[in-house]
């Protein structure tokens, strides 16, 4: 079985973040920002699983510190929805523009 | 004698101040007229009793009246020589003053329950009328230099609070700053002399102040006189600039210049503040101060060459004035300059203090007949409802009282015997004899002027044409009015034959009065001729008058325009000292001063406005920000850190 080169997948995860950070900074609504920030917190899980796995094959702190990246955003996300839930019932909207009453 | 009434003398007519100041305009209107002028009344038989009892019943030592300090309160202690105090100082000058000060107020109390009434502002009035009378009082009162220029200060303020009385009108506002600013600025000089004489001698009293600085071996006499600043000794400064402050207030040329136009103010406040009691006061700080100036030949001249000059020039241009109340203010000037000069005639001590006497002698009197000519020339105009001679004539048919009362005023003033000025002329004029020719024939010849121009004006008011009276206003004034103008008019009789040399003197023995009918001959033969020129040119309605000031040409305009010295102030004050301090100043103020602070702050509007673009608000630009930064500082760490 041919390995695919570390260069790849690290690309592959430079392209996520990317794509992530373009969505969280040119997108108005607030829940494709979020699903951005899941983009980029997905191409850091790619990183840690591809740098243990080609760097320290015997160990498993990549892989573990990956589940916790999991849990975590699975928690982070269900508070970000209870908050742009909130944000759509006092604002009927979920564009982050909208929301601008402690601006300045 | 009890020095609580001495104390009560000035503390009523402040209680009125008060009082009326506080609670007049609201609660006491219709009382106010009334609460000030039973305080004055108090005032006034507490001021007889206390002369009474200082001239008749006190001890005298060697013959010599005393002056006796009471309740002397140290009030500002500086070192443990120098210290302010407050008290009264009862001597002969103080308690005359004190007499006529409260009896010329209490006159024109009574006399403003009429001419006042129905003001806005008749409580204020009242009110600034007792703040006028408690400050005179004190001034007269002071035992110490700087007490005098406290009281001083507030004579000055009520002055211009009463002049500025009529404070819609734009004159009087005028009038009342131009008065404020001339006499703030004499005082200047006051201030500085109290202040060189008080170095030197180390004390504010006058006691002390007069007893170091007359003692020629005192150690303090020693040092002032050595002190030189300009080749003239300090003692010589120091009071030069004292009587400068009086000079001022004493509307003394060329100082005077406020006097003729403080007539804005209320009639009745032009007899009381700048005919009797508050232009006296130079002539009166001149008088308290007379043993050092006696010693000091030069500020002496000074004092006689200024009274002389003001004394003719006044009663010039008297002749040419034909508001009736400038003409009384002229006439105030040229009488004041008599006192002074009068009082540089004299000598401490003895026959030579003959000038002190006639000089104070011509205070009482003049204070008596000239408050009552102002008095009568408010009667004149309330009548007529106008300042001008042009619109007065033949009120002798409406006005009887005030005919023959303004008749006595000026047979006073022009030294008619047996009327008051007469003797108090008399004096001046026989002091002069001894002491100064020249001065002797200049004063004879104003006296002369002075009896031409009051009978000028006797003459235009009540004479001259057929009064044009309209309207149903044909009665004279009531009796809060008459009364005032019969007792001043007993007064100007009487007060000549009042032995005023048993009781004031400059050293206070008795110095005896005496008439020379062969010495009188001539000053009142110069009065009769100046009666008959006016009687000439003024009796009956003519044109002999404007022929000779057609005749005279551009002198009498000059004279009609004060000689210009207005202009000049206004010169010197506008064209010299604006334009080469003033506009400077201003200058530097709006372009460099201004100039700094608006720079710094449209520096900083500057940069806030460039930077603040940053702060947006905008959560995705700072998300920008945090990531651009996290990239350099990782290619930073990459590339440059390894």
Same mark, same amino acid.
């Given at each position: 079985?041919?390995?695919?080169?570390?260069?790849?997948?690290?690309?592959?995860?430079?392209?996520?973040?990317?794509?992530?950070?373009?969505?969280?900074?040119?997108?108005?609504?607030?829940?494709?920002?979020?699903?951005?920030?899941?983009?980029?917190?997905?191409?850091?899980?790619?990183?840690?699983?591809?740098?243990?796995?080609?760097?320290?094959?015997?160990?498993?702190?990549?892989?573990?510190?990956?589940?916790?990246?999991?849990?975590?955003? /699975?928690?982070?996300?269900?508070?970000?929805?209870?908050?742009?839930?909130?944000?759509?019932?006092?604002?009927?909207?979920?564009?982050?523009?909208?929301?601008?009453?402690?601006?300045? | 004698?009890?020095?609580?009434?001495? /104390?009560?003398?000035?503390?009523?007519?402040?209680? %009125?101040?008060?009082?009326?100041?506080?609670?007049?305009?609201?609660?006491?209107?219709?009382?106010?007229?009334?609460?000030?002028?039973?305080?004055?009344?108090?005032?006034?038989?507490?001021?007889?009793?206390?002369?009474?009892?200082?001239?008749?019943?006190?001890?005298?030592?060697?013959?010599?009246?005393?002056?006796?300090?009471?309740?002397?309160?140290?009030?500002?202690?500086?070192?443990?020589?120098?210290?302010?105090?407050?008290?009264?100082?009862?001597?002969?000058?103080?308690?005359?003053?004190?007499?006529?000060?409260?009896?010329?107020?209490?006159?024109?109390?009574?006399?403003?329950?009429?001419?006042?009434?129905?003001?806005?502002?008749?409580?204020?009035?009242?009110?600034?009328?007792?703040?006028?009378?408690?400050?005179?009082?004190?001034?007269?009162?002071?035992?110490?230099?700087?007490?005098?220029?406290?009281?001083?200060?507030?004579?000055?303020?009520?002055?211009?609070?009463?002049?500025?009385?009529?404070?819609?009108?734009?004159?009087?506002?005028?009038?009342?700053?131009?008065?404020?600013?001339?006499?703030?600025?004499?005082?200047?000089?006051?201030?500085?002399?109290?202040?060189?004489?008080?170095?030197?001698?180390?004390?504010?009293?006058?006691?002390?102040?007069?007893?170091?600085?007359?003692?020629?071996?005192?150690?303090?006499?020693?040092?002032?006189?050595?002190?030189?600043?300009?080749?003239?000794?300090?003692?010589?400064?120091?009071?030069?600039?004292?009587?400068?402050?009086? /000079?001022?207030?004493?509307?003394?040329?060329?100082?005077?210049?406020?006097?003729?136009?403080?007539?804005?103010?209320?009639?009745?406040?032009?007899?009381?503040?700048?005919?009797?009691?508050?232009?006296?006061?130079?002539?009166?700080?001149?008088?308290?101060?007379?043993?050092?100036?006696?010693?000091?030949?030069?500020?002496?001249?000074?004092?006689?060459?200024?009274?002389?000059?003001?004394?003719?020039?006044?009663?010039?241009?008297?002749?040419?004035?034909?508001?009736?109340?400038?003409?009384?203010?002229?006439?105030?000037?040229?009488?004041?300059?008599?006192?002074?000069?009068?009082?540089?005639?004299?000598?401490?001590?003895?026959?030579?203090?003959?000038?002190?006497?006639?000089?104070?002698?011509?205070?009482?009197?003049?204070?008596?007949?000239?408050?009552?000519?102002?008095?009568?020339?408010?009667?004149?105009?309330?009548?007529?409802?106008?300042?001008?001679?042009?619109?007065?004539?033949?009120?002798?048919?409406?006005?009887?009282?005030?005919?023959?009362?303004?008749?006595?005023?000026?047979?006073?003033?022009?030294? #008619?015997?047996?009327?008051?000025?007469?003797?108090?002329?008399?004096?001046?004029?026989?002091?002069?004899?001894?002491?100064?020719?020249?001065?002797?024939?200049?004063?004879? #010849?104003?006296?002369?002027?002075?009896?031409?121009?009051?009978?000028?004006?006797?003459? %235009?008011?009540?004479?001259?044409?057929?009064?044009?009276?309209?309207?149903?206003?044909?009665?004279?004034?009531?009796?809060?009015?008459?009364?005032?103008? #019969?007792?001043?008019?007993?007064?100007?009789?009487?007060?000549?034959?009042?032995?005023?040399?048993?009781?004031?003197?400059?050293?206070?023995?008795?110095?005896?009065?005496?008439?020379?009918?062969?010495?009188?001959?001539?000053?009142?033969?110069?009065?009769?001729?100046?009666?008959?020129?006016?009687?000439?040119?003024?009796?009956?309605?003519?044109?002999?008058? %404007?022929?000779?000031?057609?005749?005279?040409?551009?002198?009498?305009? /000059?004279?009609?325009?004060?000689?210009?010295?207005?202009?000049?102030?206004?010169?010197?004050?506008?064209?010299?000292?604006?334009?080469?301090?003033?506009?400077?100043?201003?200058?530097?103020?709006?372009?460099?001063?201004?100039?700094?602070?608006?720079?710094?702050?449209?520096?900083?509007?500057?940069?806030?406005?460039? #930077?603040?673009?940053?702060?947006?608000?905008?959560?995705?630009?700072?998300?920008?920000?945090?990531?651009?930064?996290?990239?350099?500082?990782?290619?930073?760490?990459?590339?440059?850190?390894?």
């Amino acid at each position: 079985m041919s390995q695919t080169p570390l260069i790849q997948i690290l690309f592959l995860s430079v392209g996520l973040f990317f794509i992530g950070m373009y969505g969280l900074l040119t997108r108005r609504n607030v829940i494709t920002m979020l699903m951005s920030i899941e983009l980029i917190l997905n191409s850091v899980n790619i990183n840690f699983v591809a740098f243990n796995k080609y760097l320290y094959p015997h160990q498993l702190e990549g892989l573990f510190f990956t589940i916790f990246i999991i849990t975590i955003a /699975a928690a982070e996300a269900a508070v970000a929805i209870a908050i742009i839930i909130n944000l759509y019932r006092s604002h009927h909207s979920v564009d982050v523009e909208d929301a601008n009453e402690l601006k300045w | 004698m009890n020095e609580y009434y001495v /104390a009560l003398i000035p503390i009523l007519p402040l209680a %009125s101040f008060v009082l009326l100041g506080i609670f007049g305009r609201k609660y006491l209107k219709e009382f106010s007229g009334t609460i000030g002028t039973l305080a004055l009344l108090v005032s006034c038989v507490l001021s007889l009793i206390v002369a009474k009892s200082y001239f008749f019943d006190s001890e005298k030592i060697n013959g010599a009246y005393q002056s006796i300090v009471l309740m002397n309160h140290t009030w500002l202690s500086f070192t443990p020589t120098i210290s302010i105090q407050i008290g009264a100082m009862i001597d002969p000058i103080s308690v005359m003053m004190l007499v006529v000060v409260t009896f010329v107020s209490l006159m024109v109390h009574i006399f403003s329950l009429e001419y006042m009434k129905g003001e806005e502002r008749f409580a204020t009035y009242y009110a600034f009328l007792g703040l006028f009378t408690f400050s005179m009082l004190g001034l007269v009162l002071s035992s110490n230099i700087f007490q005098i220029y406290m009281f001083w200060e507030l004579v000055g303020v009520s002055s211009f609070l009463l002049i500025g009385y009529y404070y819609e009108k734009p004159s009087a506002v005028a009038a009342s700053k131009k008065a404020f600013i001339v006499t703030r600025f004499a005082d200047l000089g006051f201030l500085i002399g109290i202040l060189i004489l008080s170095f030197h001698a180390e004390t504010l009293d006058f006691k002390l102040l007069i007893a170091k600085l007359t003692n020629l071996q005192s150690p303090e006499y020693l040092s002032i006189t050595t002190g030189s600043f300009l080749g003239i000794s300090a003692l010589t400064w120091g009071l030069c600039l004292i009587f400068m402050g009086g /000079a001022g207030k004493s509307a003394m040329f060329p100082l005077h210049i406020w006097l003729p136009d403080a007539m804005e103010g209320p009639t009745p406040v032009s007899a009381l503040i700048h005919a009797a009691t508050m232009v006296v006061a130079g002539v009166f700080l001149v008088a308290r101060l007379f043993p050092i100036f006696s010693n000091t030949e030069a500020a002496l001249h000074l004092v006689g060459y200024v009274g002389i000059i003001s004394s003719m020039f006044a009663a010039i241009i008297a002749c040419t004035q034909t508001d009736i109340k400038r003409v009384l203010a002229f006439s105030t000037m040229s009488q004041i300059g008599y006192m002074m000069f009068s009082l540089s005639m004299a000598k401490y001590g003895g026959e030579n203090g003959l000038g002190y006497l006639a000089s104070m002698f011509h205070l009482f009197t003049h204070a008596f007949f000239k408050s009552l000519m102002f008095l009568g020339a408010g009667v004149i105009i309330h009548f007529v409802h106008n300042n001008d001679m042009s619109a007065m004539g033949g009120l002798r048919k409406y006005l009887p009282v005030t005919n023959i009362t303004f008749l006595i005023g000026c047979l006073a003033i022009s030294g #008619i015997p047996p009327f008051a000025g007469f003797f108090s002329k008399e004096e001046i004029l026989t002091a002069c004899f001894h002491e100064n020719k020249t001065m002797y024939w200049l004063a004879l #010849i104003t006296s002369g002027v002075t009896a031409f121009y009051m009978f000028r004006l006797y003459f %235009s008011i009540f004479w001259n044409k057929e009064a044009h009276v309209h309207g149903d206003h044909h009665h004279e004034a009531g009796w809060a009015m008459k009364l005032p103008l #019969i007792l001043l008019a007993i007064c100007s009789i009487g007060a000549g034959l009042v032995p005023f040399g048993q009781f004031v003197s400059s050293d206070g023995l008795v110095l005896p009065t005496h008439i020379d009918l062969g010495f009188s001959a001539l000053p009142v033969t110069l009065a009769v001729i100046g009666i008959a020129i006016a009687w000439m040119l003024y009796k009956n309605e003519n044109s002999k008058s %404007s022929a000779i000031a057609v005749g005279l040409g551009g002198v009498y305009t /000059a004279i009609c325009k004060k000689f210009y010295i207005d202009e000049l102030y206004i010169f010197v004050t506008k064209k010299i000292i604006f334009n080469l301090i003033g506009r400077p100043a201003a200058w530097i103020d709006t372009n460099i001063i201004n100039g700094a602070v608006n720079l710094s702050a449209s520096v900083t509007a500057a940069v806030s406005e460039s #930077i603040k673009g940053i702060q947006s608000g905008r959560l995705q630009q700072y998300l920008l920000y945090f990531f651009g930064g996290v990239a350099a500082l990782a290619l930073i760490f990459i590339y440059l850190i390894k």
